[in-house]
């Protein structure tokens, strides 16, 4: 029995929400991943959520994967999970103090409708309170790479059991249930930690004892609003968004598989069109492998080669080479670009941008130098007829 692989890349503007759903012969969903749920255009993410939702029924996402805490990539996360969902894993960067305390000070320069969302939603999540449609939350550690080039992980914050988060392992993938075994997700959550964030807020009093932050005052100070005071903060620490945090995933055949399975797409869009095998360019791409990388707002510029090294190191070996479609990191911004990672393998790429994109993404040299390395550009925008959609047979 041959199984289908619907991947689709929504046309959500500014943001990003997609999502991956294993059907059999039946159309029976035998699995359900998403990543992100996010956008500056709300409205464009809320349609594409109630096109995605079962007319009937309950929709059970196996695996919700959220990159980072940044508003355009979770703003609609609340949305998704009052709708009639069921979560059985959620998986989310490891909430360490560094974190925590970056995502509030970034949220001091975003708009008052998003840092409340964001900030309720960390708040929430590091108190320890839990989601009633969602089974598991998964904390992926951060990892970084070591002069041998091991991968080392950041020790678990001791207040994991308090919020009855799990800690996702590291060295081995998320394995789907045993109607398919030969898939897996692969999170890629690296090691950041900026030196002039403590320093800044103590000078800014956020201690009790004048040598470590105290998180609870930074929070009691959002609750008075008084964001200036955090906005002095960021720019002492930060000369762009704070993007170093952003989770990756891979989602791909196993590599290391004992079965053997044929993976052959056969439809690929990227034109709105609902014909079957419609031959955009860069099809001949996808049919090579079936891989995918999803970046988030991945910094790129700073950690292209730990990137690349973690999904080739000898655990996760060759799922770099499998990638043929990649995000390109955070909408096509050359803040966060690196064109080694087009290199060597060519991939379809595709980024999430508005029409009329506020930040003016994507930049023309991240095209550029997309281009130059052979890879074909999808623009997904808050338009139904650029979504990207790519459906596998897997035999």
Request: glycine share 4%.
């Amino acid at each position: 029995m041959a199984i289908r692989l619907e991947r689709t890349i929504w046309p959500v503007g500014h943001g990003a929400f997609y999502t991956e759903q294993f059907k059999n012969d039946n159309n029976d969903v035998l699995f359900t991943a998403v990543y992100d749920c996010g956008s500056y255009q709300k409205n464009a993410l809320q349609k594409s959520i109630d096109e995605f939702l079962p007319k009937k029924g309950t929709l059970v996402i196996d695996a919700l994967f959220i990159s980072h805490f940044h508003a355009d990539h979770v703003n609609l996360l609340a949305y998704l999970l009052q709708q009639n969902v069921h979560v059985k894993d959620l998986f989310i960067p490891q909430l360490t103090d560094d974190y925590i305390l970056s995502l509030l000070i970034s949220c001091s320069i975003d708009t008052a409708t998003n840092r409340n969302i964001v900030v309720a939603l960390i708040g929430l999540l590091y108190s320890g309170e839990t989601f009633k449609n969602v089974e598991n939350i998964y904390e992926v550690p951060s990892v970084n790479e070591d002069k041998t080039g091991d991968m080392t992980e950041y020790p678990a914050d001791e207040n994991i059991s308090r919020r009855k988060h799990k800690v996702a392992p590291v060295v081995l993938p998320y394995q789907l249930d045993s109607q398919i075994p030969f898939w897996v997700y692969i999170p890629y959550n690296i090691f950041a930690s900026n030196a002039l964030l403590k320093p800044a807020l103590i000078q800014g009093g956020y201690t009790t004892n004048g040598t470590d932050v105290d998180i609870n005052k930074v929070f009691v100070d959002i609750q008075k609003n008084q964001w200036k005071k955090l906005q002095g903060v960021y720019g002492q620490v930060f000369s762009n968004d704070p993007n170093e945090y952003s989770m990756t995933v891979y989602s791909g055949r196993d590599m290391q598989a004992s079965l053997k399975i044929c993976v052959r797409p056969y439809h690929f869009s990227c034109c709105g069109c609902d014909y079957p095998r419609c031959h955009c360019y860069g099809s001949h791409l996808l049919e090579q492998e079936s891989g995918c990388l999803y970046t988030g707002d991945f910094m790129a510029k700073q950690h292209d080669v730990q990137l690349i090294n973690f999904y080739n190191n000898k655990v996760h070996h060759d799922a770099w080479k499998n990638t043929r479609l990649m995000q390109i990191p955070h909408h096509g911004s050359y803040y966060n670009h690196k064109d080694t990672l087009y290199a060597n393998h060519p991939k379809v790429t595709f980024a999430s941008t508005a029409v009329k994109d506020k930040d003016g993404h994507p930049h023309l040299q991240t095209l550029i130098d997309v281009s130059n390395k052979h890879c074909p550009i999808v623009i997904v925008q808050d338009n139904k007829a650029t979504c990207l959609r790519v459906d596998y047979i897997i035999s």
